[in-house]
C-alpha cells in the first residue's frame, strides 16, 4: 500500500488550502482514511480522520475550519482547511488505517503547510 499526498505550500493567516491522498496498492475495504499533523518540537497528533461509512473525528483545534472527506471509489481522503492560522503550520501526514480489519496502519510521506501571520 502506497500514499501520495499533495496540496500543501504557503498561505496567509486566514487562507485557505486543500491537501488529497491517494492509497493504491491492495486496500482492505473496511478502513479509516485521515490527517496527522507534526510542528517543529511537538509530537505527531491527529487532525481528522473519516471512516469507510463516513464518520468523521476531528481535533478540537480544527474543529469548524476544517472538513476532511473521501471518496471511496477513488481511495481518496481530502482535507480541506479555512480560515488558517500560524499555528496549524506543520507538516502533515496523510494515514490509512486498516487494523480494524487486521490490517496495518500506513503512512504518507507528508506535506508541509505554512501559514504565515
Known amino acids: 500500500v502506497q500514499l501520495q499526498a499533495c496540496g500543501g505550500g504557503l498561505v496567509q493567516a486566514g487562507g485557505s488550502l486543500r491537501l488529497s491522498c491517494v492509497a493504491s496498492g491492495n486496500i482492505f475495504s473496511s478502513n479509516t482514511m485521515g490527517w496527522y499533523r507534526q510542528a517543529p518540537g511537538k509530537q505527531r497528533e491527529l487532525v481528522a480522520a473519516v471512516d469507510s461509512f463516513g464518520s468523521t473525528n476531528y481535533a478540537a483545534s480544527v474543529k469548524g475550519r476544517f472538513t476532511c472527506s473521501r471518496d471511496n471509489t477513488k481511495n481518496t481522503v481530502y482535507l480541506q482547511m479555512n480560515s488558517l492560522k500560524p499555528e496549524d503550520t506543520a507538516v502533515y501526514y496523510c494515514?490509512?488505517?486498516?487494523?480494524?480489519?487486521?490490517?496495518?496502519?500506513?503512512w504518507g510521506k507528508g506535506t508541509q503547510v505554512t501559514v504565515s501571520s
Open positions: 494515514n490509512l488505517d486498516t487494523s480494524r480489519s487486521g490490517g496495518m496502519n500506513y
